[in-house]
């Protein structure tokens, strides 16, 4: 026997969401404004911090910040430097950040079709 001591889960005191996989992806992709960044990475290869505030009215320069640091944390894009003096970055998808494509095709979808029941229900962004 080994001298490590192991931690055993016991998933019968875990709560029954905890096993939800729409939970999972919700908390990546779940926060206001995300899927709109994900959205105009997915139809832009890359975006700078600027083009993505023009994009998204009524996103404060520090959430549309918060936003793309926890992305990148996860995983779902890239900073890439394309300016040394001052330093700038763009933004982009990685691998995982496009596998999220069908998931945004889907809400489009959706979303025409609830449009096409009432169309005073379109938004402007």
């Not at 908390?27 to 911090?49: A, H, K, Q, S």
């Not at 609830?114 to 005073?120: G, I, K, R, S, V």
Request: charge should be positive; glycine fraction near 4%.
């Amino acid at each position: 026997m080994s001298d490590i001591p192991t931690k055993k889960t016991d998933f019968k005191a875990m709560p029954t969401y905890a096993f939800c996989p729409v939970i999972t992806a919700l908390e990546v992709i779940g926060e206001r404004w995300v899927i709109l960044i994900l959205r105009d990475l997915l139809r832009n290869p890359t975006r700078r911090f600027q083009d993505l505030q023009d994009s998204l009215k009524g996103c404060a320069p520090s959430t549309l910040s918060t936003r793309l640091k926890a992305l990148e944390a996860h995983g779902l894009i890239e900073r890439r430097l394309y300016e040394q003096h001052p330093p700038r970055l763009e933004y982009l998808l990685t691998v995982k950040g496009r596998a999220v494509g069908p998931v945004v095709a889907s809400l489009r979808d959706w979303g025409l079709q609830l449009q096409a029941e009432d169309p005073d229900s379109q938004s402007p962004v």
